[in-house]
C-alpha cells in the first residue's frame, strides 16, 4: 500500500471507530461522481447519438465513438467539443443528453466508486446510519433504489439506511441539500460526509464542524470553490 493509500485508509477507518464508538451515528454520501460513477451512463448516450447521426455524419458519429473514460469532462457539450465535434451538432447533443441522462433507465448503467458498497455496509454494520443525499429528484427513485440493490449497498428504508431525494427536478442542488442537512441535524450526531462538489462539502463542514468531511475527487462542475482546508481529499473507498 502506498503512502496516500495509507493515509486514506487511516481516514476511512477514522470514521468507522467514531461511528462504533457512537451508535446510530449518521454518515451522509452524495450518489453521483462520489458512491457511484456516471461514466457509463455518459458513454452509452454518446453511443445512441452516434446511431442517430451515423447514416447522415459519419465522421462525427466515429468522434462519438471514439470517447472513452479519460476524455469524459463534467460538461458533455465540453467532452463532444474536445473531441471535435462541430458546434451545431454539439448543441443538439446536449438536447438528446438531457432527455436521457436523468432517466430511470439510464441510471442502471452506472458502476460504483471503487469500495463504495462495502465501506457503506460497514457503517451499517458498526451501528451507523447511512444517509444518501443527493440532487436527484423523487422521479429517480426507482432507478436509484434498484441501482443501490444491485450493487450491494444498504438498502433504503431499512434502519440502517435513508436516501433523500430532492422534491421536484429543478429545485436548485446547493438550497436543497441546506434544507436536507438541516432535517438530517435534527436527526442526531453526524460522524462524517462524503461529497464530489466543493461547495457541497463545505456546507456540510460548516453545518457540522465536529464531522469529518471527505471531497472525492472524481470530477465535479469545476466551479471555482477551494475546500476547506479542513476537508480530507479521498481518490475512492478502497482501505
Given at each position: 500500500?502506498?503512502?496516500?493509500?495509507?493515509?486514506?485508509?487511516?481516514?476511512?477507518?477514522?470514521?468507522?471507530?467514531?461511528?462504533?464508538?457512537?451508535?446510530?451515528?449518521?454518515?451522509?454520501?452524495?450518489?453521483?461522481?462520489?458512491?457511484?460513477?456516471t461514466?457509463?451512463?455518459?458513454l452509452?448516450?454518446?453511443?445512441?447519438?452516434?446511431?442517430?447521426?451515423?447514416?447522415?455524419?459519419?465522421?462525427?458519429?466515429?468522434?462519438?465513438?471514439?470517447?472513452?473514460?479519460?476524455?469524459?469532462?463534467?460538461?458533455?457539450?465540453?467532452?463532444?467539443r474536445?473531441?471535435?465535434?462541430?458546434?451545431?451538432?454539439?448543441?443538439?447533443?446536449?438536447?438528446?443528453w438531457?432527455a436521457?441522462?436523468?432517466?430511470?433507465?439510464?441510471?442502471?448503467?452506472?458502476?460504483?466508486?471503487?469500495?463504495?458498497?462495502a465501506?457503506?455496509?460497514?457503517?451499517?454494520?458498526?451501528?451507523?446510519?447511512?444517509?444518501?443525499?443527493?440532487?436527484?429528484?423523487?422521479?429517480?427513485?426507482?432507478?436509484?433504489?434498484?441501482?443501490?440493490?444491485?450493487?450491494?449497498?444498504?438498502?433504503?428504508?431499512?434502519?440502517?439506511?435513508?436516501?433523500?431525494?430532492?422534491?421536484?427536478?429543478?429545485?436548485?442542488?446547493?438550497?436543497?441539500?441546506?434544507?436536507?442537512?438541516?432535517?438530517?441535524?435534527?436527526?442526531?450526531?453526524?460522524?462524517?460526509?462524503?461529497?464530489?462538489?466543493?461547495?457541497?462539502?463545505?456546507?456540510?463542514?460548516?453545518?457540522?464542524?465536529?464531522?469529518?468531511?471527505?471531497?472525492?475527487?472524481?470530477?465535479?462542475?469545476?466551479?471555482?470553490?477551494?475546500?476547506?482546508?479542513?476537508?480530507?481529499?479521498?481518490?475512492?473507498?478502497?482501505?
Open positions: 500500500m502506498t503512502a496516500p493509500e495509507s493515509r486514506q485508509a487511516r481516514l476511512l477507518d477514522a470514521v468507522l471507530a467514531d461511528v462504533e464508538a457512537a451508535p446510530g451515528a449518521q454518515v451522509v454520501f452524495d450518489l453521483d461522481d462520489t458512491l457511484f460513477s461514466a457509463r451512463r455518459h452509452r448516450i454518446l453511443r445512441e447519438f452516434a446511431e442517430l447521426v451515423e447514416s447522415a455524419d459519419p465522421e462525427a458519429a466515429g468522434l462519438l465513438r471514439a470517447i472513452d473514460r479519460e476524455s469524459l469532462r463534467y460538461s458533455v457539450v465540453d467532452t463532444v474536445g473531441a471535435g465535434l462541430r458546434e451545431a451538432l454539439a448543441k443538439d447533443l446536449r438536447e438528446f438531457f436521457r441522462f436523468f432517466q430511470n433507465r439510464y441510471l442502471l448503467e452506472d458502476d460504483v466508486v471503487s469500495g463504495a458498497p465501506y457503506c455496509e460497514e457503517v451499517a454494520a458498526r451501528g451507523g446510519t447511512v444517509v444518501y443525499m443527493t440532487g436527484r429528484d423523487e422521479g429517480m427513485r426507482a432507478g436509484t433504489e434498484e441501482s443501490l440493490a444491485r450493487h450491494g449497498f444498504p438498502k433504503p428504508g431499512e434502519a440502517s439506511a435513508r436516501l433523500i431525494l430532492k422534491p421536484t427536478f429543478d429545485a436548485p442542488d446547493f438550497a436543497f441539500k441546506a434544507e436536507a442537512l438541516a432535517r438530517v441535524k435534527a436527526a442526531g450526531r453526524v460522524a462524517a460526509s462524503f461529497e464530489n462538489e466543493p461547495a457541497h462539502v463545505n456546507l456540510f463542514r460548516e453545518t457540522f464542524p465536529a464531522a469529518r468531511h471527505f471531497l472525492l475527487e472524481t470530477k465535479h462542475s469545476g466551479r471555482p470553490v477551494l475546500p476547506h482546508p479542513d476537508v480530507h481529499r479521498i481518490q475512492d473507498f478502497r482501505r
